[in-house]
């Protein structure tokens, strides 16, 4: 009998490894290794000495950074997995950005303030639960893989929101408006859902 290389403890652990990972992929979804590049529209391009990003609505006085004063907030690695609407989900993927809740520090927000509009270059928005952006959920990537994010993935910055489907992490974002209502934003007023749960599904109105 031919010895094994491989011990029965070690193919265990592996086992329980894929085990894992596939419990990481929400229901209707399927895995991949690539990173699709979907897009409603043409891919807006950006000059860095013109990007801002703007905090705005319910809050006592707007705030707003240049590329450069940007780069300068504290920023952190992130490593998460994402899940589209398209039914793909990608694990692991690692960013390098700020979080939404030291962005909102820099801020005194208005008591009324219980939701979120993001827009983007573009013309683009989708809208959020200020829930859905706070303790840590959320952040504003400017790097992918370890360099500067392309403009095809939403370069110079997006925002992320890993929990929720790919539509509301916002690609080529210029702020967030403060808002005391819910106000749908691009793909929620064509029929997608309002908050989209990769977990429960959520993809469309009704579901």
């Not at 807006?44 to 705030?63: K, Y």
């Not at 208005?110 to 683009?124: E, I, L, M, N």
């Not at 997006?158 to 790919?166: E, Q």
């Amino acid at each position: 009998m031919t010895d094994r290389f491989v011990s029965r403890g070690f193919a265990g652990r592996r086992r329980d490894a894929d085990a894992d990972r596939a419990g990481r992929i929400p229901p209707g979804q399927y895995l991949t290794d690539g990173f699709p590049v979907l897009s409603a529209g043409p891919t807006p391009q950006i000059p860095i000495d013109q990007w801002e990003f703007t905090i705005e609505g319910l809050v006592r006085a707007p705030v707003r950074w240049s590329w450069e004063q940007f780069l300068a907030l504290p920023a952190r690695d992130w490593t998460v997995d994402i899940s589209c609407v398209t039914k793909w989900t990608k694990l692991d993927t690692r960013w390098h950005g700020v979080s939404i809740d030291d962005l909102l520090a820099a801020v005194e927000l208005d008591p009324r303030a219980q939701f979120v509009t993001a827009y983007s270059y573009g013309g683009y928005s989708t809208n959020l639960p200020l829930s859905d952006v706070l303790n840590n959920l959320a952040f504003v990537a400017y790097q992918y893989d370890g360099a500067p994010l392309e403009p095809a993935h939403g370069g110079p910055a997006r925002l992320v929101v890993p929990h929720l489907y790919f539509w509301k992490s916002a690609k080529w974002v210029r702020g967030l408006r403060l808002i005391e209502h819910d106000v749908p934003g691009f793909w929620e007023s064509l029929g997608y859902h309002n908050r989209g749960d990769p977990w429960r599904e959520e993809r469309y109105s009704g579901d």
